[in-house]
T-cell receptor
Framework: RKEVEQDPGPFNVPEGATVAFNCTYS??????FFWYRQDCRKEPKLLMS???SGNEDGRFTAQLNRASQYISLLIRDSKLSDSATYLC??????????FGGGTRLMVKP | SQTIHQWPATLVQPVGSPLSLECTVE??????LYWYRQAAGRGLQLLFY??????ISSEVPQNLSASRPQDRQFILSSKKLLLSDSGFYLC?????????FGQGTRLTVV
């Protein structure tokens, strides 16, 4: 099993829709979790962090399910500008940072 | 404030030529530094990470090597490039739990 797995998509949704994608991780010792956003041909940038059960920031909600070892990202009222690739990163106690393959989101007018 | 510089932004190199990509961080000391590669339409593959001067951990055996000659300098090298080395190379540093990336180098091996 891969350390981090994501559905590559693309998820094609209309503006205003609600969309959610999951990220599963294999290391049960992971302590914190992050969602990064990567625009086409650009570097990834931190979107949200999740340390306990969940985190909400405006239209974005990240949730953690430790029992099933996955984190999810929910985007409400999608905007055209939300089109990007979303990468998840579970962070363990060590120094490694292993990114998921990313989920591509395309929001259409 | 901390910043990370990575250069060059784009590079076209012939097969068999050497490679040297440089990454420097400002505004912090003893950062954890990382090199990633991203193939077109794919995720980030961790290549190397370093927790200090001269300390390199390799995650994927391949045609590349890394060095950390100074605290805030991380270099990715190759003696002879392969076509499969083409990709988007990203340097990152980590502060506590968040990673900050350089703007990346788009390498095309021809």
């Amino acid at each position: 099993r891969k350390e981090v797995e994501q559905d590559p998509g693309p998820f094609n949704v209309p503006e205003g829709a609600t969309v959610a994608f999951n990220c599963t991780y294999s290391n049960s010792a992971s302590q914190s979790f992050f969602w990064y956003r990567q625009d086409c041909r650009k570097e990834p940038k931190l979107l949200m962090s999740v340390y306990s059960s969940g985190n909400e920031d405006g239209r974005f909600t990240a949730q953690l399910n430790r029992a099933s070892q996955y984190i999810s990202l929910l985007i409400r009222d999608s905007k055209l500008s939300d089109s990007a690739t979303y990468l998840c990163v579970p962070k363990g106690a060590g120094n490694m940072l292993t990114f998921g393959g990313g989920t591509r989101l395309m929001v259409k007018p | 404030s901390q910043t990370i510089h990575q250069w060059p932004a784009t590079l076209v190199q012939p097969v068999g030529s050497p490679l040297s990509l440089e990454c420097t961080v400002e505004g912090t000391s003893n950062p954890n530094l990382y090199w990633y590669r991203q193939a077109a339409g794919r995720g980030l593959q961790l290549l190397f990470y370093s927790v200090g001067i001269g300390q390199i951990s390799s995650e994927v055996p391949q045609n590349l090597s890394a060095s950390r000659p100074q605290d805030r300098q991380f270099i990715l090298s190759s003696k002879k490039l392969l076509l499969s080395d083409s990709g988007f190379y990203l340097c990152a540093w980590r502060w506590e739990v968040e990673a900050f990336f350089g703007q990346g180098t788009r390498l095309t091996v021809v």
